[in-house]
Structure formats: structure tokens, C-alpha cells
């Protein structure tokens, strides 16, 4: 099984284009924006984590645990 | 399995990098980055640890050792690498007291699996003591 490297970069872009949308819509003056767009960006990136994670705790159990 | 090293530096140093840029930005972020890298690089290990565990057993097996104990030690070294992979998580987030619970639960509940082990350990030196 290979490594996904393209998630990697994605989080990474995912991360930067948040702070762009961040910055630039808090210097047009809506902050409330600004924060729904971070929530998202943190929102999507968390969902692509939380699923690796179950990924791996399923993996460690079938390996170690015998289930 | 020499190239394989390369690949997992490679892509460690690539995502350190990457956390280095994204942390100025958005902290969060750049901690989800980390965990994702650290999940995928020990589901790329996750094959090469059962070969490893399967010929372990056969081992187990051919010398007449009972299944049980190897059993138990494999659900232990589990324990232990879900308790390592948390804690450490929670260090870098910056929760040390909560990474530290963590270890002390992983420890506790190693024990409380062993005390098969233990109890048989006890018996085989009490019978060997001279009454």
C-alpha cells in the first residue's frame, strides 16, 4: 500500500488558500466570512484526517488485537 | 525494502517542510498535517509488521509455546503503539498533561492484560522455591 502524496499537498494548499481567503477578506472588511471560511477549510481537512485515523486504528487492531 | 526508507524520509521531510509553511498560517492545520503523515506512514509499515507477526506465531507454534501468552504480548505491544501514537500526537498539540494520562492509561491496562502472564510467573517460582 502506498502513500497518498497528494493529500499531503493538499492539506498544504488547502491550508494556504484558507489563510489567502483569510487575510483577504478581512482586509475587505468581512471578518464573519473570514471566520466561515476557516471553519470550512479546518472542517474539510478534518474529515480527510479523521478518515486516515479510523484507517489506522482498524489496521493496529486487525494486526495486533486479532479482530 | 531499501527504497522504501528513501520514500518514507522523503515524504516525512516533504511534510515537515509543508508544516513549516502552513504553521505561520493556520496552526491547526499544520497539526492535522502531521497526524495524517504520521497515519499514513505506519499504514505503509502495517503489512510488513504482520509478515513479522505471522512468523512469530509460526515460531510460537513449532516450539510448543501456548498461543495465549504470544497472543497477549502482541495485544500488548497494540497498547503500547496506540498509547505512543496519542501521546505524542497531544505533545506536539501541546497538551503535555493530557499526553501524559494517556501513558499512564497505556501502562495501567498493559498491566491488567499481563497479569495472566504474571500469575503464572509467581506460580512457577513458588513451586520452585524448596518448602
Known amino acids: ?67 | 525494502m531499501a527504497i522504501e526508507i528513501i520514500k518514507i524520509v522523503a515524504i516525512a521531510l516533504v511534510a515537515t517542510f509543508l508544516a513549516l509553511i502552513v504553521k505561520e498560517q493556520k496552526p491547526n492545520l499544520a497539526f492535522l498535517l502531521i497526524v495524517f503523515v504520521g497515519c499514513s506512514i505506519f499504514l505503509f509499515l502495517a503489512d510488513k509488521i504482520y509478515e513479522i507477526i505471522l512468523m512469530l506465531e509460526k515460531i510460537a507454534v513449532n516450539a510448543n509455546v501456548n498461543t495465549v501468552y504470544l497472543e497477549t504480548i502482541l495485544k500488548i505491544i497494540g497498547i503500547a503503539y496506540i498509547a505512543e501514537f496519542a501521546s505524542q500526537i497531544t505533545k506536539d498539540a501541546g497538551q503535555g498533561s493530557l499526553a501524559s494520562k494517556i501513558e499512564l492509561s497505556g501502562k495501567i491496562l498493559i498491566l491488567a492484560m499481563a497479569i495472566p502472564i504474571l500469575t503464572v510467573i509467581i506460580e512457577t517460582i513458588i513451586q520452585m522455591l524448596p518448602s
Open chain 1, 1 to 67: 500500500m502506498g502513500i497518498d502524496v497528494d493529500i499531503i499537498f493538499k492539506i498544504a494548499g488547502v491550508g494556504l488558500v484558507v489563510a489567502f481567503l483569510h487575510t483577504i477578506l478581512d482586509q475587505v472588511g468581512k471578518k464573519e466570512y473570514a471566520q466561515w471560511v476557516t471553519l470550512f477549510g479546518f472542517i474539510y481537512i478534518l474529515f480527510m484526517v479523521a478518515s486516515v485515523v479510523e484507517d489506522l486504528f482498524q489496521k493496529i487492531k486487525s494486526v495486533f488485537l486479532f479482530q
